[in-house]
């Protein structure tokens, strides 16, 4: 059982922040000191991703462990457990429905855990967010590959080798 009242949980919760984050001021002051430009809480993606580079077509999320259930990290307390546990897997299931629906709008999403912006890992962390942001904005420019023809192995473009006959009019 809760040892507040509702009125007084209700307080509490609510002055919990979920926008400027510790983890949210690392990355994007990062970010920026290596010249990458982001709009931050963008209302109009699914989700409301933390960071969106519209140029790279990357939403970041940066999730903290607890909130968002992290295996490794995930201490439920251990009053009122039932109610966690819903709120947590509720989440979960919500950050999925929101990455899918972002992928199928062409963005690239990452996920960046509190965890991994503890110091000691957090250079590579931001290191790899980087390679990421590179690798997803050359793809952008990568010819689609040509289909191969499974039989021969030679490119097709639109149809397989069809043998025309000629037509006398």
């Known amino acids: 059982m809760d040892v507040l009242s509702k009125e007084q949980r209700s307080r509490c919760m609510a002055r919990i922040k979920g926008k400027d984050t510790k983890?949210?001021?690392?990355?994007?002051q990062y970010l920026y000191?290596?010249?990458?430009?982001?709009?931050?809480?963008?209302r109009t993606l699914p989700g409301t991703p933390d960071i969106v580079l519209k140029k790279y077509r990357v939403?970041?999320?940066i999730h903290g462990?607890?909130?968002?259930?992290?295996e490794p990290h995930l201490r439920l307390p251990k009053s009122n457990r039932e109610?966690?546990?819903?709120?947590?897997?509720?989440?979960?299931?919500?950050?999925?429905?929101?990455?899918?629906?972002?992928?199928?709008?062409?963005?690239s999403v990452m996920t960046v855990w509190e965890c991994q912006l503890r110091p000691e890992c957090r250079r590579d962390t931001l290191l790899e967010i980087e390679y990421h942001l590179n690798h997803n904005y050359l793809n952008q420019f990568r010819p689609p590959r040509p289909y191969n023809d499974t039989e021969t192995g030679t490119p097709q473009v639109a149809e397989s080798n069809t043998q025309y006959q000629k037509t006398t009019e």
């Not at 109610?83 to 199928?104: C, F, G, T, V």
Request: hydrophobic share 30%; glycine share 6%.
């Open 65 to 70: 462990c607890f909130w968002h259930g992290h």
């Open 33 to 42: 000191s290596r010249g990458y430009r982001y709009r931050k809480n963008v």
């Open 83 to 107: 109610y966690w546990e819903q709120k947590i897997a509720r989440n979960r299931e919500r950050d999925e429905e929101n990455k899918e629906r972002l992928r199928r709008l062409g963005w």
């Open 23 to 28: 983890p949210e001021l690392i990355v994007r």
């Open 59 to 61: 939403a970041i999320f």
